[in-house]
């Protein structure tokens, strides 16, 4: 790793790793506006030196981040954060920076401790961008989504316990408009992903267990989303059950991005 390269990694997690401290003492602890605000500024440094890591460290390994799984993932985390910090401005989600911040710092952990990436196998180039582009950006709308619905459950409990809100989680109300909002951006990615990815299907494998259950997955991730939305619409989905539906949804993705993470050790071991 090149002395850049370092400095800018060694920038991103000290970041990631104040940044998800100060959003941690923002909801449990303070109540002084001014220390909120600490966070996301915190968060947005992270984010800069996050992609400074990605660019430099991408040119000096000579593998683009899209051939990466590792640096996929990276990319969708750095993605997931500057939706969030972007979404601050209309939606009082301040406190979904617990779940943004870890998942940089932990990402951001593993391009570099996991296995250096390898060149991935080539795909045609009218569809790897668009097709990267869509599960990427699709993949952060749906984490920051979920991490919305989650604090929607958390404060909704809090609520019927009888405990007052304490700290900086936001209203249920925000919460609620926040998932949709989510919601709303990331399913038409995920719906270009799926289409792109069936295409590819057959120039990818053939046929094999492993990509079928992905394709299922994939689907039922698909329709869970759709669900969510449509009912929202048509029965006035809102709230608790639009949070386990997104919550559900998304623990779909996991493991269909589980299943790319193993699938290396598979073939590796001739499954």
Known sequence: MSTSSLVCFSAAVLSYLAASGLFYWNVVKSRDPRARSAGPKVLALATLAHAAYITIAS????????????????????????????????AKIDALGLVVAPLGLVLTLGTFFLASPQPGRRLPASFIGLHVFASLAG??????????????????????????????????????????????????????????????????????????????????????????????????????????????????VLVVLALYVVRPLLAHGGV
């Open 59 to 90: 040119a000096v390994a000579h593998v683009c981040p899209v051939h990466s799984l590792q640096f996929m993932l990276s990319l969708a985390s750095l993605l997931a954060s500057t939706s969030y910090l972007a979404a601050r401005r209309w």
């Open 139 to 252: 993949f952060a709308m749906f984490l920051l989504a979920c991490g919305a619905a989650v604090l929607y459950l958390v404060q909704e409990r809090r609520l019927k316990s009888k405990r007052l809100p304490e700290g900086g989680l936001p209203a249920l109300d925000s919460l609620d408009r926040a998932v949709h909002r989510f919601l709303v951006a990331g399913f038409p990615l995920l719906t270009l992903a799926v289409v792109t990815g069936t295409v590819w299907a057959k120039t990818l494998e053939v046929g094999s267990a492993q990509e079928i259950l992905r394709n299922v997955l994939s689907y039922t991730t698909w329709l869970l989303f759709a669900g969510v939305l449509a009912l929202r619409v048509v029965a006035g989905w809102r709230g608790r059950r639009a949070a386990y539906g997104t919550v559900a949804g998304f623990a779909c």
